[in-house]
C-alpha cells in the first residue's frame, strides 16, 4: 500500500508541481488577493485534466492490446489512472493507518461502500483489483479500462453471477493477487447498511487469506453518498463541486479467519465493527 500522491507518471508533472510549489506561493505573496489564488487553483485544475485525459487516452489505446502483453504494467497504470482521477476531481484523499500490527502482503480488503468514489478511491490507495457490479462494464471508456485493468464483475441480482464471481475471487487470490469487496452488496447509503453479504467472509476461510477492514469516511457525506437513480456524470460533477473534498480511509487490523468457525459469526463480527466505526466517525 501507498500514499495516493505519490506517483505522478505524467508528461506534465513537472508543469504542476512547479505551479503549486513556487508560482501559487509567489502570486499569493505578492497581490494578496484570493482571487488570484483562486485564478492559479482552476489552471492547476486545469493541467489535472489535462493529464487526466492525455492519461486516459493512453490508457484506453492500451486496452486493445492483448491483456498477456500489459499484464501487470496496465494494473500499475490504471492505479495511477486512479490517481489522476482524484486529482482532477479536486479530492483530498486521506489514509489513517489505525492498524497496531504490519498489515499482510496478501489479503481481501473490505469497505463500506457509501459513495461511486471508492471506484478510484480505492485502487488509488491500495494494491487491489476490485469486484465491481456488471453495470460498469457500460461505463463510457471507464469500462474497458476496468476490464483490462482486471476488475471483476458481478450481475448482483444473479446467484449464479455471485457464485461465479466468487470462484474467480478464489482464483486471483491464488495467483497472489489482492481484492477488494464491497460486503454491503452495493451502494446502500452514507449509514452502514443493516447486514453483510457472506461471501467476502467465505472466501476468506476457504482460502485462509486475512481480511483488511477499511472504514472510508466522506466528511461532505449528502454530497458524496450515492442516491438511487442518480447518473455517474452527474456524481462526478458533484463530487468537483464538493463543499468540502476532504476524504478519509481509516485501516484497522488484519483479521485472520482462523479465529472464526463459520462464515456468518465471521461475518457478524466484521458488521460489529463498522457499527462501532460508524459511530465514532459519522454519529
Not at 510549489?21 to 505573496?29: G, K
Request: charged share 20%; hydrophobic share 45%; aromatic share 14%.
Amino acid at each position: 500500500m501507498q500514499r495516493g500522491d505519490t506517483l505522478f507518471p505524467s508528461v506534465v508533472r513537472p508543469i504542476l508541481q512547479y505551479s503549486m510549489a513556487h508560482v501559487a506561493p509567489v502570486l499569493r505573496a505578492a497581490l494578496g488577493g484570493r482571487l488570484i489564488y483562486r485564478l492559479v487553483r482552476i489552471i492547476w485544475l486545469g493541467l489535472c485534466w489535462l493529464d487526466l485525459t492525455l492519461f486516459t487516452a493512453l490508457l484506453y489505446m492500451l486496452s486493445f492490446v492483448s491483456a498477456e502483453c500489459t499484464q501487470p504494467a496496465y494494473a500499475m497504470l490504471f492505479r495511477a489512472w486512479c490517481r489522476a482521477f482524484v486529482r482532477a476531481l479536486g479530492v483530498e484523499l486521506r489514509l489513517h493507518q489505525k492498524y497496531q500490527d504490519p498489515l499482510p502482503k496478501h489479503f481481501i480488503l473490505i469497505a463500506n461502500h457509501p459513495s461511486a468514489f471508492e471506484d478510484i478511491g480505492v485502487p488509488a490507495l491500495f494494491n487491489v483489483i476490485s469486484l465491481a457490479k456488471i453495470e460498469v462494464l457500460d461505463w463510457w471508456i471507464a469500462g474497458r479500462i476496468n476490464r483490462s485493468a482486471g476488475t471483476l464483475f458481478v450481475k448482483r441480482e444473479s446467484r449464479e453471477s455471485r457464485h461465479a464471481a466468487s470462484e474467480q475471487v478464489v482464483e486471483q487470490l491464488g495467483k497472489g493477487r489482492n481484492v477488494a469487496i464491497y460486503p454491503e452488496g452495493g451502494c446502500r447509503g452514507k449509514r452502514i447498511f443493516s447486514s453483510f453479504r457472506y461471501g467476502a467472509f467465505d472466501i476468506s476461510l476457504r482460502t485462509g487469506v486475512p481480511i483488511v477492514p477499511v472504514f472510508l469516511q466522506y466528511e461532505a457525506q449528502d454530497t458524496f453518498e450515492w442516491k438511487p437513480h442518480e447518473t455517474l456524470m452527474r456524481k462526478l460533477w458533484q463530487f468537483l463541486n464538493a463543499p468540502n473534498k476532504h476524504v478519509n480511509y481509516y485501516v484497522y487490523d488484519a483479521i485472520d479467519p482462523s479465529g472464526f468457525s463459520d462464515k456468518r459469526n465471521y461475518c457478524e463480527f466484521v458488521h460489529r465493527l463498522y457499527v462501532d466505526w460508524q459511530a465514532k466517525y459519522l454519529d
